[in-house]
């Protein structure tokens, strides 16, 4: 297993995101004036991936945990134990479930499911 250096970890999510963004734009999916919130700290953003993540299955959790850190699929099933096809389903499902869930809500930045408003 690798050391990565923090820096170059946060560099990574903050290019992924804006290709995201732009993505996003080019299909028409976010309005191009829009935004984050400004108001949103890091802490916060951080303490509501948290509680999105810990509305997930253990299983799920670990796996989409993992990928979050940037770990190769394969390495996830040795660490965990798992063979790779049941870190494919847990990922899978994770994903699945936020989707849905943020879908439902209809925003990014809403509580996660059980929290309070």
């Not at 997930?56 to 996830?76: G, H, S, T």
């Not at 790779?84 to 996660?112: E, I």
Request: net charge positive; hydrophobic share 35%.
């Amino acid at each position: 297993m690798r050391a990565r250096r923090p820096s170059a970890l946060i560099k990574n999510k903050e290019r992924g995101q804006q290709r995201i963004r732009d993505r996003i734009i080019q299909r028409g999916e976010y309005p191009i004036g829009h935004d984050t919130d400004p108001g949103l700290t890091v802490w916060e953003e951080q303490e509501w991936v948290m509680q999105l993540l810990e509305s997930l299955p253990p299983a799920q959790r670990e796996v989409l945990a993992c990928m979050v850190d940037m770990f190769p699929r394969k390495e996830i099933a040795q660490l965990l134990g798992k063979t790779d096809a049941a870190v494919r389903q847990n990922l899978h499902a994770a994903r699945k479930s936020l989707v849905s869930y943020l879908a439902a809500t209809g925003s990014g930045r809403s509580p996660a499911p059980g929290e309070d408003r």
